[in-house]
């Protein structure tokens, strides 16, 4: 198998975005360690295929897809409406699972160089802000989708995850709840919707109890997340997930312990994937519009391939609450 720079990375003991420096003879660092760098790629016959240079030729109509976890449904129907709008515009699409491991997004960024793909969109944000910096300053087109950069000017596509978060917990707290639990996703986007689970909390005089606030990502964390809640001598009578597995995963865990949804413990998801219409009770959650998101992604990434824009476009799209039958007002 050929060495990607990952490996050369490792091997020197360096960042990938140092390596990448290295090769493109950009940015500040020791001219011994770019000999060094240098020496290790000879060594292990590594030969980068530039993704900057092929730009310059002739275009292979493909894209590169990071996405953060083909396992989840919302990640499925992202790839699905990006493929779908990528194929209208005549590219084909190369998808890569993340699992929100950095090493492993370095390894497909350095997997969609060597295959050339005229541009690339993720799903998953950037683990590195480095390399993303870094992909921004070879002129490689690039777009986010459900992520976006604090340092980084590039193409995004995102919903208002603030007003998500606040949406959510308002409505459980016009039904009457006060005491309310919430599992946030460990990122920018799950770190915005905490702020507005918070600020409705504040806006209704509540009191926001630290110890209602965990994180995860999987229905399993979701089962763990919600077992511990619900160990409390005052448990939440709601909880607002950060996605809809995790919804799954409180409601398994609740029917385990024999609690009742949603007449003792009211759940509300984000996503609206298709769990939560097949689930039993049915979930409430936050709809984000995945379809339109991925199509103006792909367009977005269509039209910096194509030079027929200059300006960073950053689009926020409004998530809609969804009701079903997982909510109800808490027992008197």
């Known amino acids: 198998m050929k060495p990607t720079i990952v490996d050369i990375a490792r091997e020197a003991g360096v960042s990938i975005a140092t390596v990448s420096k290295a090769i493109h003879n950009t940015g500040r660092m020791s001219e011994e360690t770019r000999k060094k760098i240098l020496t290790i790629m000879q060594d ?45 515009l005549g590219y084909s699409v190369v998808m890569c699972n993340t699992d929100y491991d950095p090493e492993k997004e370095a390894w497909y960024i350095s997997v969609l160089n060597q295959k050339r793909v005229d541009g690339i969109i993720s799903a998953s944000g950037f ?5 993303l910096r870094d992909l921004v300053e070879q002129h490689i087109p690039i777009a986010l989708i ?19 978060g606040y949406q959510a917990t308002s409505y459980l707290i016009g039904l009457g709840h006060r005491r309310i639990g919430t599992i946030v996703l460990d990122l920018d986007n799950g ?40 160990e409390y001598s005052e448990p939440p009578t709601a909880i607002v997930a950060g996605n809809d597995l995790l919804a799954i995963g409180v409601m398994l865990s609740a029917k385990e312990r024999g609690i009742i949804i949603p007449d003792q413990l009211s759940v509300i998801g984000y996503d609206n994937t298709i769990l939560a219409e097949i689930t039993t009770p049915s979930l409430t ?14 367009d977005l990434l269509y039209q910096e391939i194509t030079g027929k824009k200059k300006i960073k476009k950053r689009i926020v799209m409004a998530p809609e609450l969804v009701i079903r039958e997982s909510v109800k007002p808490p027992l008197s």
């Open 285 to 298: 959650t936050m709809n984000q519009p995945v379809g339109e998101m991925g199509r103006q992604v792909m």
């Open 191 to 230: 770190r915005e919707r905490l702020r507005g689970y918070k600020h409705a909390l504040e806006e209704a005089g509540l009191p926001c109890d630290e110890k209602l606030i965990l994180s995860g990502f999987t229905k399993e964390d979701g089962k763990e997340a919600a077992a511990k809640l619900m």
């Open 146 to 164: 459900t992520r976006d950069s604090k340092t980084v000017a590039v193409d995004t596509v995102t919903v208002d995850d603030f007003m998500g």
């Open 127 to 131: 683990q590195n802000e480095d390399m």
């Open 44 to 88: 292990m016959n590594y030969r980068p295929n530039m993704m900057a240079s092929a730009l310059k030729g002739k275009s292979t109509y493909t894209v590169g897809l990071l996405i953060p976890d083909l396992s989840n449904p919302f990640s499925s129907e992202i790839a699905r409406s990006v493929e779908d709008r990528g194929k209208e």
